[in-house]
């Protein structure tokens, strides 16, 4: 039997999820920051692995982060949304966390995030 091209990379970026979440794990102290890129949107979530909480969340979608946007996939709106992250991280008293990026290569919108968020005073 043939298997689906997409079958074989969807299965290939599960075995490479499972093996970075072995290594990254957040806790109260130092969250683990995850970061979710589609095609018209980036997402963002502050998850504490110990209970299981999700502390602070941004995405290009809220009205506030697109209203100052031209376009919400762009690298703009990843610098946007690292600022907005980074805001919200240090009004809950939390400047520490882990940097989970998935399976996405560290370049174009999610380093454009990363590198936001650190100017703006959240350490990785």
Same mark, same amino acid.
């Given at each position: #039997?043939?298997? $689906?091209? &997409?079958? @074989?990379?969807? *299965? !290939? ?13 957040? *806790? $109260?102290?130092? $969250?683990?920051?995850? +970061?979710?890129?589609?095609?018209? &949107?980036?997402? *963002?979530?502050? &998850? =504490?692995?110990?209970?299981?909480? +999700? ?5 290009? %979608?809220?009205? =506030?982060?697109?209203?100052?946007? !031209?376009?919400? /996939?762009?690298?703009?709106?990843? !610098?946007? #949304? ?6 919200? %991280? /240090?009004?809950?008293? @939390? %400047?520490?966390? +882990?940097?989970?990026?998935? *399976? &996405? $290569? ?8 990363? =590198? ?5 005073? @959240?350490?990785?």
């Amino acid at each position: #039997m043939i298997t $689906p091209k &997409y079958v @074989i990379k969807k *299965t !290939k970026k599960e075995r490479m999820r499972k093996s970075i979440r072995k290594i990254v794990n957040g *806790t $109260p102290e130092k $969250p683990r920051m995850i +970061v979710v890129r589609s095609n018209k &949107y980036l997402y *963002t979530q502050v &998850y =504490d692995d110990t209970t299981g909480n +999700v502390l602070a969340s941004a995405s290009t %979608l809220e009205k =506030d982060v697109k209203a100052q946007l !031209k376009s919400t /996939k762009d690298k703009e709106a990843a !610098k946007a #949304m690292g600022k907005t992250i980074a805001e919200r %991280l /240090k009004n809950i008293n @939390i %400047l520490q966390v +882990v940097f989970d990026r998935n *399976t &996405y $290569p560290f370049t174009g919108r999610i380093k454009v995030f990363a =590198d936001s968020a650190r100017e703006n005073g @959240i350490i990785f």
